[in-house]
């Protein structure tokens, strides 16, 4: 009899675990085939369908990440249109500008600050005087403190719009939009009060989450609709530094995240990734493409060279002399 009752024991542990796996969102991740066609991660696993390819006949989304540690910046390109989220600090915008140049990227089509801190916020004024900047996306009043008032410096002083948008508004690159999410209380932080941003392409989804801290992630998680909060890949909030609520990770079905800093243990930034089975990329081990043709994801190293291409040429695109359309990212 005691027996049998271990055996029940057993099985509803077992029932039970089984379903807490399912409501997170955990995923087997099957690694010899590198998580499937969703995304295929030739960073981690470059011996994974080496010969993998977008379909080209479809616009390439590019997302690009320099090789910086504790501050952001990430570059998004569709349909020609560049869009720089976040401009890294002052002592790394030197990183920022080798991935534009890696990506050939000679003007901006736009610059979103989510936040006026040192850290997100720093390099705009070595990027406005090294290249065009279209115009400036912020989402704070403009004297909310002194690097939210040197953002408005910088495009007074090279003649830069400077738009403001808040929670629930869309911010064009090309045909998509990145949604913006802001759910905020009051007495929220600055970094709490950054956004989530939403950018979806045909199936894919990618989360870019700001420097957002628990509260924020909570409220987010609590008041966003789970269908929204579901994507395949993560910019992490904050460098890595806090683990994630159970209130946002839980709908989202991560298949890859993206710290903006080095592999430091500092606050258990890598157990927490680790213990839910989530891959990760760090950007100080070098500078990071991802590429969606709307299908599949596409992740790979790039090279201080970074395309073989024309700039003129389409993003992401060589024609070769038989009008074969192919992509090279390094050597």
Same mark, same amino acid.
């Given at each position: 009899?005691?027996?049998?009752?271990?055996?029940?024991?057993? #099985?509803?542990?077992?029932?039970?675990?089984?379903?807490?796996?399912?409501?997170?969102?955990?995923?087997?991740?099957?690694?010899?085939?590198?998580?499937?066609?969703?995304?295929?991660?030739?960073?981690?696993?470059?011996?994974?369908?080496?010969?993998?390819?977008?379909?080209?006949?479809?616009?390439?989304?590019?997302?690009?990440?320099?090789?910086?540690?504790?501050?952001?910046?990430?570059?998004?390109?569709?349909?020609?249109?560049?869009?720089?989220?976040?401009?890294?600090?002052?002592?790394?915008?030197?990183?920022?500008?080798?991935?534009?140049?890696?990506?050939? #990227?000679?003007?901006?089509?736009?610059?979103?600050?989510?936040?006026?801190?040192?850290?997100?916020?720093?390099?705009?004024?070595?990027?406005?005087?090294?290249?065009?900047?279209?115009?400036?996306?912020?989402?704070?009043?403009?004297?909310?403190?002194?690097?939210?008032?040197?953002?408005?410096? #910088?495009?007074?002083?090279?003649?830069?719009?400077?738009?403001?948008?808040?929670?629930?508004?869309?911010?064009?690159?090309?045909?998509?939009?990145?949604?913006?999410?802001?759910?905020?209380?009051?007495?929220?932080?600055?970094?709490?009060?950054?956004?989530?941003?939403?950018?979806?392409?045909?199936? *894919? #989804?990618?989360?870019?989450?700001?420097?957002?801290?628990?509260?924020?992630?909570?409220?987010?998680?609590?008041?966003?609709?789970?269908?929204?909060?579901?994507?395949?890949?993560?910019?992490?909030?904050?460098?890595?530094?806090?683990?994630?609520?159970?209130?946002?990770?839980?709908?989202?079905?991560?298949?890859?995240?993206?710290?903006?800093?080095?592999?430091?243990?500092?606050?258990?930034?890598?157990?927490?990734?680790?213990?839910?089975?989530?891959?990760?990329?760090?950007?100080?081990?070098?500078?990071?493409?991802?590429?969606?043709?709307?299908?599949?994801?596409?992740?790979? *190293?790039?090279?201080?060279?970074?395309?073989?291409?024309?700039?003129?040429?389409?993003?992401?695109?060589?024609?070769?002399?038989?009008?074969?359309?192919?992509?090279?990212?390094?050597?």
């Amino acid at each position: 009899m005691r027996s049998l009752g271990r055996l029940f024991f057993l #099985v509803f542990c077992i029932v039970v675990l089984s379903s807490s796996a399912c409501a997170a969102g955990w995923k087997a991740l099957d690694i010899e085939s590198g998580y499937g066609k969703t995304l295929i991660d030739h960073i981690n696993h470059p011996e994974t369908e080496p010969d993998f390819s977008l379909d080209m006949s479809q616009d390439i989304l590019e997302v690009a990440f320099p090789k910086i540690k504790e501050c952001d910046a990430a570059l998004l390109r569709f349909q020609g249109e560049t869009m720089l989220i976040d401009c890294g600090e002052v002592r790394q915008v030197s990183a920022v500008q080798e991935m534009l140049s890696a990506m050939h #990227v000679t003007n901006l089509s736009s610059v979103l600050i989510t936040h006026p801190h040192p850290d997100h916020a720093g390099g705009l004024r070595t990027l406005a005087e090294t290249m065009p900047i279209g115009k400036i996306y912020v989402c704070f009043p403009h004297d909310e403190n002194a690097v939210m008032q040197e953002v408005i410096a #910088v495009s007074e002083q090279y003649d830069i719009p400077v738009v403001d948008f808040g929670d629930e508004d869309d911010i064009p690159l090309g045909e998509l939009n990145l949604h913006a999410y802001i759910k905020v209380e009051k007495g929220f932080t600055v970094n709490n009060r950054s956004p989530l941003l939403r950018l979806q392409y045909g199936e *894919r #989804v990618m989360h870019f989450a700001s420097d957002m801290e628990r509260l924020a992630l909570r409220k987010a998680g609590n008041e966003i609709p789970p269908e929204m909060l579901k994507t395949e890949i993560l910019k992490y909030p904050h460098h890595g530094k806090d683990p994630l609520v159970h209130e946002y990770w839980i709908p989202t079905a991560l298949e890859l995240t993206v710290i903006t800093s080095d592999h430091a243990t500092r606050n258990g930034k890598v157990d927490v990734i680790q213990n839910k089975h989530w891959p990760c990329l760090f950007t100080y081990d070098g500078m990071i493409l991802i590429r969606s043709d709307g299908k599949s994801w596409l992740v790979e *190293r790039l090279e201080d060279d970074g395309y073989s291409q024309a700039p003129d040429e389409a993003p992401g695109k060589e024609t070769t002399e038989d009008g074969a359309i192919v992509v090279r990212v390094g050597s």
